[in-house]
């Protein structure tokens, strides 16, 4: 199932804008579709990757030399036909119609 949060703001010119954000609700959670980097499709499985909003990193330096390091997580979401065939069948709609 997809869900569609719509929030309207009015421009200069008194248009309305129209701004969606996506969804889509499985069994356990609801996904913001923005937040997927990728699927990766395997016979029947989809390995959904969520993008980080965590960023550690450090820094350190002696006399203008430098040395850091930034890392990022990143979260899978692994969606199997025969372990959760609802939610398979929900992702697998939402790919064919934003193919």
């Known amino acids: ?4 949060n719509v929030k ?6 008194n ?10 609700r499985l069994t356990n959670f609801v996904l913001n579709t923005n937040d997927i980097h990728k ?4 016979p029947k499985k989809y390995c959904i990757h969520i993008v980080s909003k965590k960023i550690d990193g450090f820094n350190w ?3 203008g030399f430098g ?8 979260s899978e979401i692994e969606i199997c036909e025969t372990k959760q065939l609802t939610d398979y069948k929900i992702v ?4 064919s119609k934003n193919e």
């Open 92 to 95: 697998s709609d939402w790919i």
């Open 8 to 13: 309207v703001f009015k421009n200069n010119v």
């Open 61 to 63: 330096g002696v006399c």
């Open 39 to 42: 699927i990766v499709i395997q």
């Open 67 to 74: 040395l850091g390091n930034i890392s990022s997580y990143t």
């Open 15 to 24: 248009k309305n804008i129209y701004y969606m954000s996506k969804f889509i």
């Open 1 to 4: 199932m997809l869900i569609l």
